[in-house]
């Protein structure tokens, strides 16, 4: 039932599920140093602001080859170039900013080992996390029959269990999984391709809809919450996610349905006060004026594709974190959230 290995470092190299290649094909490509690595992560090889901070990291140990002595420039150099792949998701620069660290406080002659376990352990941290937001987020889901999400937040998006699907995946070990309905997500169609076939291979009952068909299904009262992930939260709760999260999360107001955001404490960016500061990746024309091969927009017609859009925190009714839930997220709950996990684990803002 778990989830697929998004990705691993096999010490000279980091071996990723090419999610371009989902769902006809499960394949994997192999980068072998920091141009790859950052390419795999510009083109969507790898996704999800959790399996691309972790990606990252190892792509940071790929800067200097195994036979060749330690170079904290050549580290230096990597870090600031794995952070120009992609500009929204804060996991990334949360990630190289522990690399660098490490740079910065070990001795050369120890620094290549340092960094190897500093990235295994930003993996490891995840794979605790995707399991602790499991757990905190499935009570809240446990009495829906049908859950919507949108984009995908599951294992192919970290290292294990996911953000949004996390809870599912909790609920479902138990046989008590509701039903998901997963947008398509245009334009890249990350639910129709990634989220359908991780939940279908892992034996949750999954139906694709159309982007347009959420609406209509919360009128007829089929759609029991919405639950999403998050590719950065600002100090007062509002969520960048995928473009078109802020749209169900309207719908979902209206129709008075709880709309939950599952991520882990490190997506949070509490330098930024407000959702309207989160850099908003743009993306080529081609992702929206193409199908495949096929071209779908006429060549004198402009296109607009963000990559993502901000819902802001008076529309979500909870952030699901590793550390407990996030309820009515505002500053202050947020802020209370951070305090409380560092006074005790797992705590819980109500």
């Known amino acids: 039932m778990a989830a697929p290995e998004t990705l691993r470092f096999a010490g000279d190299s980091l071996i990723l599920i090419d999610q371009t290649r989902l769902p006809d094909t499960l394949t994997e490509l192999t980068c072998t140093n920091v141009d790859q690595v950052h390419d795999a992560i510009r083109r969507l090889v790898v996704r999800g602001a959790p399996a691309i901070g972790i990606a990252a990291g190892y792509g940071v ?3 200097v080859p195994q036979d060749e002595p330690a170079d904290k420039e050549r580290y230096r150099q990597a870090i600031e170039y794995l952070a120009t792949s992609r500009p929204t998701a804060v996991n990334l620069f949360w990630a190289l900013d522990r690399m660098r660290r490490i740079v910065d406080d070990t001795e050369t002659a120890d620094l290549k080992e340092a960094l190897r376990a500093e990235a295994h352990q930003i993996h490891e941290e995840d794979r605790q996390m995707c399991h602790q937001i499991g757990e905190h987020g499935a009570p809240l889901l446990a009495a829906c029959r049908n859950v919507l999400t949108h984009c995908n937040a599951g ?39 990634l989220t359908a076939w991780e939940l279908s291979q892992a034996g949750v009952a999954v139906t694709v809809i159309t982007d347009s068909t959420a609406g209509s299904l919360m009128r007829q009262g089929k759609i029991d919450a919405v639950i999403v992930g998050a590719d950065r939260i600002s100090a007062a709760g509002d969520v960048a996610n995928k473009i078109g ?7 979902a107001k209206h129709h ?34 193409c199908v495949g091969d096929v ?11 963000p990559a993502f859009d901000v819902t802001p925190a008076e529309l979500i009714a909870a952030i699901i974190t590793e550390r407990g839930v996030i309820r009515r997220p505002d500053q202050n709950s947020v802020a209370e959230h951070f305090r409380s996990a560092d006074r005790r684990p797992n705590a819980v803002s109500k």
């Not at 999260?245 to 719908?251: E, G, I, K, P, W």
């Not at 349905?257 to 330098?271: C, I, Q, R």
């Open 61 to 63: 140990c790929l800067a």
């Open 245 to 251: 999260t802020y749209s169900v999360a309207v719908l």
């Open 256 to 289: 008075g349905l709880p709309m939950y955001v599952a991520a882990p404490t490190n997506t949070f960016d509490l330098t930024l006060p407000s959702g309207d500061e989160i850099p908003i990746e743009q993306r080529h024309r081609d992702e929206v004026a």
């Open 155 to 193: 294992g192919l998006a970290t290292s294990t269990w996911g953000t949004a699907l996390a809870p599912i995946y909790h609920l479902h070990r138990d046989q008590k999984a509701p039903h998901v309905f997963a947008d398509e997500t245009r334009p890249l169609l990350q639910g129709g391709r």
């Open 295 to 305: 071209q779908i927009v006429p060549d004198a017609a402009g296109v607009l594709n």
